[in-house]
Antibody
Framework: EVQLVESGGGLVQPGGSLRLSCAASGFSFTTYAMSWVRQIPGKGLEWVSSIDGSGDRRYHADSVKGRFTISRDNSKNMVLLQMNSLRDEDTALYYC??????????????WGQGTLVTVSA | DIVLTQSPGTLSLSPGERATLSCRASQSLRTNFLAWYQQKSGQAPRLLIYGTSTRATGIPDRFSGSGSGTDFTLTISRLDPEDYAVYFCQQYGNTPFTFGPGTKVDSK
């Protein structure tokens, strides 16, 4: 059974940093791209970042480029999101998601339950 | 960026009725990398359709996807009470991957 479990969310002041983690299990981790997608509760979905199976290719939304960095530790089946220079508008529920295809990034077959990030003074 | 527009915003239907949800892209999706997700309150999204028309694992055959270019449709042939939810379309052919604003299907 595929499981994705996010952690690391919390309350942080504007300008602060957080590191989100996603522990993955139940599939061949290095085979699939992984991503972070966020959602303001009750609102729409926004793709944040994706990384390929090897960790060589990374993509970030313009809204977070230069502030957020996605990475993965294939020895621990973990995906990470380092978030720096946080802004009020980064407040959201952050989901970790697994791609379905072997050579795709954005067809999100499995999702975690999310970790809430609140940026507020 | 590819902007996705969904219509209608809300669809009020009774069980057994047919639901037709529309998703329009601001430019042609050459790869047909278009997905549909269902989200219920308090839950993560669930992948229903990928590649425009392929049902994801475990998705009932009352759900179907179609379309090409800029116009795509999700059809629920006979609405089941468990289908009341918000439905999002998403393109994943080009970064940034983008989602539509959603269509809420609720009870008439």
């Amino acid at each position: 059974e595929v499981q994705l479990v996010e952690s690391g969310g919390g309350l942080v002041q504007p300008g602060g940093s957080l590191r989100l983690s996603c522990a993955a299990s139940g599939f061949s981790f290095t085979t699939y791209a992984m991503s972070w997608v966020r959602q303001i509760p009750g609102k729409g979905l926004e793709w944040v970042s994706s990384i390929d199976g090897s960790g060589d290719r990374r993509y970030h939304a313009d809204s977070v480029k230069g502030r957020f960095t996605i990475s993965r530790d294939n020895s621990k089946n973990m995906v990470l999101l380092q978030m720096n220079s946080l802004r009020d508008e980064d407040t959201a529920l952050y989901y970790c998601a697994k791609a379905k295809g072997l050579d795709t990034y954005g067809d999100f077959e499995y999702w975690g339950q999310g970790t809430l990030v609140t940026v507020s003074a | 960026d590819i902007v996705l527009t969904q219509s209608p915003g809300t669809l009020s239907l009774s069980p057994g009725e047919r639901a037709t949800l529309s998703c329009r892209a601001s430019q042609s999706l050459r790869t047909n990398f278009l997905a549909w997700y269902q989200q219920k309150s308090g839950q993560a999204p669930r992948l229903l359709i990928y590649g425009t028309s392929t049902r994801a694992t475990g998705i009932p055959d009352r759900f179907s996807g179609s379309g090409s270019g800029t116009d795509f449709t999700l059809t629920i042939s006979r609405l089941d009470p468990e289908d009341y939810a918000v439905y999002f379309c998403q393109q994943y052919g080009n970064t940034p991957f983008t989602f539509g604003p959603g269509t809420k299907v609720d009870s008439k």
